[in-house]
């Protein structure tokens, strides 16, 4: 599209939706105005003119003045149907629904190809932070080897207020609503499914490998005992939300969303309140990294026009990296990675999935707890990652190959 006016049909007009609203407002050079906004409720005050609302989907799809639609509600589902139709009617879309592109991007992509019609998503994955069209530009996939990160605002947010301001897990979460970096069910937050819905999008565009969300094993900060608490304080380290996708050394892709323990002086153990740090390491750019705001109107809204801005000089995703690498597959029975895990009696069989125990305590009054290394696979399919009072986090260390790691430790001992 490289039409020089946009004339928008927007749906959604909650934090994001408004926040556009005002940054377009105050973007004058962007030749971009809202022609119609889709709504849900019938009786919500708003801060425009009734006759700028709708309540049905197709007064926007269809309108002829209406080039862009740009799609900012909280119902995945609703937006998928919103998407297709747009693309469908060659109309180009923004969007910033990871849950949505996350649950049906093989359908997306083809559809942007066989329609010819741009899909932009960069507020869909860390918000402010350019990151989508950084790993689909800048980056050549031979030399990208990882990318690993903070890439949910909320939980950074809670387990900031939690860490710095001592405040409860239920008032840091309420703060978070409150300040409109919580998706509408916070569940998608604090359960790591948000994270988890940005890797696939992130996977996608670093290493052209496309995943269905319940691929990627995902962890969130829920369930973080008052044990693993304790651990990580006692020994100075940083809770943190982490999502990570690693080149093997066999060419298989290691990723996964895990809470994480972070030496004090690491890059993201620094990332305060609802921003979001992405680390990527390659070749011969070495190791770089990015930080900006992950959530909220402004930041958000941010991403958005600059996804306008790219449509007015013709820009589309091309998924490059996608027809380089059709072999390439995740690989979590060649990753291993080391952990901390506290549980209750009743669960001390959880032993015998690991490769290597190096830390056991037991307390009839704390709970118990060991640190090994375990397999990404066999932690994934465990019946104990989800059962009551059993807590899982990362020590600090890549997710890495199993036979790298086991050939590293025969040659130690030959040596
Ligand atoms: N908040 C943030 O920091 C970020 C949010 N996002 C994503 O942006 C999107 C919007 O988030 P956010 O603005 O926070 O959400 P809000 O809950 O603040 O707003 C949601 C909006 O969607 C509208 N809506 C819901 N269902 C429908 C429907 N069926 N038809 C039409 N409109 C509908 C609501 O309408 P009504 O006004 O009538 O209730 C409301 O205006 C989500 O996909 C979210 O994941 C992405 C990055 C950051
Ligand atoms: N709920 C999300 C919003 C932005 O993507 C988050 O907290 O990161």
Not at 120 to 125: D, M, Q
Not at 138 to 151: A, P, Q, R
Not at 190 to 202: E, I, S, T
Not at 229 to 250: H, I, M, S
């Amino acid at each position: 599209m490289t039409r020089t006016t946009i004339s928008i049909g927007l749906f959604g007009f909650g934090c994001v939706g408004q926040g556009l609203h005002e940054v377009l407002e105050r973007t004058p050079g962007l030749r971009a105005r809202i022609a119609r906004i889709g709504v849900k409720n019938r009786t919500k005050a708003r801060a425009l003119p009734a006759e700028y609302f709708s309540f049905d989907r197709d007064d926007l799809l269809y309108d002829p003045a209406v080039n862009v639609i740009v799609e900012l509600i909280d119902d995945a589902d609703e937006a998928y149907q919103i998407v297709k139709t747009a693309l469908h009617l060659g109309k180009a879309v923004v969007t910033a629904n990871k849950k949505m592109l996350a649950e049906h991007l093989p359908e997306l992509i083809a559809l942007q190809r066989s329609t010819g019609t741009p899909l932009l998503y960069e507020a869909a994955a860390c918000a402010s932070l350019p990151v989508i069209r950084n790993l689909e530009e800048y980056y050549d996939t031979d030399l990208l080897d990882s990318v690993e990160g903070i890439i949910n605002g909320s939980t950074n947010y809670i387990l900031t207020a939690m860490h710095r301001d001592a405040l409860p897990f239920a008032e840091a979460l309420a703060r978070a609503q409150a300040l409109g970096f919580a998706e509408s069910n916070p569940a998608l937050d604090v359960q790591g499914l948000d994270a988890r819905n940005k890797l696939v999008l992130l996977l996608a565009h670093a290493f052209g490998l496309v995943v269905g969300p319940e691929e990627l094993l995902t962890v969130g900060i829920d369930n973080i005992s008052p044990l693993a608490a304790a651990y990580a304080r006692e020994r100075g380290l940083t809770l943190k939300l982490l999502a990570e996708a690693r080149r093997l050394p066999d060419g298989g892709i290691a990723a996964a969303v895990l809470p994480a323990l972070l030496a004090p002086e690491h890059e993201l153990a620094r990332v305060q309140d609802e921003y979001n740090g992405l680390i990527t390491q390659s070749g011969f750019a070495d190791r770089q990294f990015f930080l900006g705001r992950g959530a909220g109107a402004f930041p958000t809204a941010s991403a958005v026009l600059s996804d306008l801005s790219a449509l007015t000089y013709g820009y589309r995703y091309e998924y490059k990296k996608l027809h380089q690498n059709q072999a390439l597959a995740l690989r979590p029975e060649a990753t291993e990675l080391d952990v901390l895990v506290t549980y209750t009696n009743g669960q001390s069989s959880l032993i015998e999935d690991f490769t290597q125990v190096h830390e056991q305590f037991h307390s009839r009054m704390q709970g118990h707890y060991l640190t090994g290394t375990i397999g990404l696979a066999q932690l994934a399919g465990a019946v104990w990652l989800r059962a009551p009072g059993v807590s899982v986090v990362r020590l600090p260390g890549a997710l890495r190959e199993v036979l790298a790691a086991a050939s590293e430790l025969t040659e130690l001992t030959t040596r």
